[in-house]
């Protein structure tokens, strides 16, 4: 078994599934549902790298509802070609699970992109205080004060920045310049669905 969770002379982001940078978006903004399950479940691998055990609440609460919203898919496969007609499908059904578990699964994808996103811009910047930071504008606000300290348990048992850049990839340099990439993906999409579920389309 190799010692890396990366190809030689690649990186982690490679080994995903699919990544942000593939998920379709058309002109009008609607995004791929299929593709984007796939992108969010890949993501989570990144959080056995941060520490499997640390950070296994933020990876079940993504894959829970990953969970939820292709339930929704498999019920009604013609209604959910997109992010936005699955939402609106279950909507009209005056149902909310999937949508619920969209507007959390979109602040879970702000977090963590937020955080990673800082860190590469601040390179002095430990991950423990990047992850911290992100959780403040991010789910820290919706989360309730027994949820919080779980969160707060895991920003500080963050691997060093160094050790973690390294068990990503090839070179620091090789990660960075892909994680920029498939953060900027992942960023757009983030942005999009956030002002969708935040419309009246998707209230219930």
Request: proline residues 4%; hydrophobic residues 45%.
């Amino acid at each position: 078994m190799s010692a890396t969770a990366y190809p030689a002379g690649g990186t982690l982001v490679q080994t995903f599934k699919r990544s942000f940078t593939d998920v379709p978006v058309d002109a009008s903004n609607a995004i791929s549902t299929t593709e984007f399950l796939e992108a969010a479940e890949s993501l989570t691998t990144m959080f056995d790298v941060l520490g499997s055990v640390a950070f296994s609440p933020v990876k079940k609460d993504i894959l829970s509802n990953v969970a939820k919203l292709r339930a929704q898919q498999v019920a009604a496969p013609a209604e959910s070609g997109t992010v936005q007609d699955l939402v609106r499908n279950e909507l009209k059904g005056k149902k909310h699970v999937a949508t619920e578990g969209g507007v959390w699964l979109v602040r879970g994808l702000d977090f963590t992109a937020k955080a990673l996103a800082r860190n590469i811009a601040t390179p002095g910047e430990e991950l423990a205080d990047s992850f911290r930071a992100a959780y403040g504008e991010t789910l820290k606000p919706h989360h309730s004060f027994i949820v919080k300290p779980i969160f707060a348990a895991a920003m500080s048992a963050c691997p060093y920045r160094a050790d973690f850049y390294n068990k990503l990839g090839e070179t620091p340099e090789l990660v960075t310049t892909e994680l920029q990439v498939y953060l900027d993906a992942l960023t757009k999409i983030v942005a999009i669905l956030s002002e969708f579920f935040g419309s009246k389309e998707a209230k219930w």
